[in-house]
């Protein structure tokens, strides 16, 4: 297990996302797209609240432009499924 705290909630996050693709390979599209989102959003709080000097490869850019990112991100992955009809057959 990872030591600094911004690297288990990257792990974490991994995890979520990996579970998400499974998902959508499975066919369940919608769960798994919003599952990642979520995982995305969640992702930008912990990259706020956990401290500069244990955020470990959780920090990629800048910490503003990380939040506001993955914010973005999450959630427009989170809105996606509910705007994109249900298709016949």
Do not use: C, E, N
């Not at 989102?37 to 959780?58: E, N, Y």
């Amino acid at each position: 297990m990872p030591r600094s705290r911004g690297s288990q909630f990257y792990l974490v996050q991994l995890v979520a996302v990996v579970t998400g693709l499974v998902l959508v390979a499975l066919g369940q599209w919608r769960v798994g797209v919003g599952g990642i989102g979520v995982a995305f959003v969640v992702g930008a709080f912990a990259r706020s609240v956990v401290p500069i000097d244990h955020t470990g490869m959780l920090r990629v850019r800048g910490k503003a432009f990380d939040i506001v990112w993955m914010t973005v991100l999450g959630v427009a992955l989170v809105v996606l499924p509910f705007l994109i009809p249900d298709q016949p057959g």
